[in-house]
């Protein structure tokens, strides 16, 4: 699968040159190696605890929300991480670091 993640994920980015950013989201990034397509890496983080309280506003079963967090276990290379965002906190929280970010950038 992850020869034709890759392969797409290059037709969307020839498809959009002329596009001053494009954001790829993929929680296998490191696995498809798709960060050597990216100019800068930015890891969005948050505690597990923030995890169940989103999956119980989502209206999750305990045992499913549980089994889901055991399973979101990615690989992470933090040496090609540029930054980190801690998601633990409001939406105009997560929004203004994003901004900052891409000021930065």
């Not at 699968?1 to 993929?26: G, Q, T």
């Not at 089994?67 to 633990?88: A, D, M, S, T």
């Amino acid at each position: 699968m992850f020869p034709l993640i890759r392969s797409e994920v290059k037709n969307i980015l020839n498809e959009n040159r002329d596009k001053n950013y494009i954001i790829i989201e993929a929680a296998i990034l490191f696995d498809c190696k798709l960060d050597l397509m990216c100019d800068y890496i930015i890891l969005v983080d948050n505690s597990e605890e923030r995890r169940e309280i989103f999956l119980k506003n989502k209206n999750f079963l305990d045992d499913d929300i549980e089994l889901r967090i055991e399973g979101q276990y990615i690989k992470i290379n933090r040496k090609k991480v540029n930054f980190i965002i801690n998601n633990n906190n409001s939406k105009e929280s997560l929004l203004k670091k994003v901004e900052k970010i891409f000021k930065n950038i």
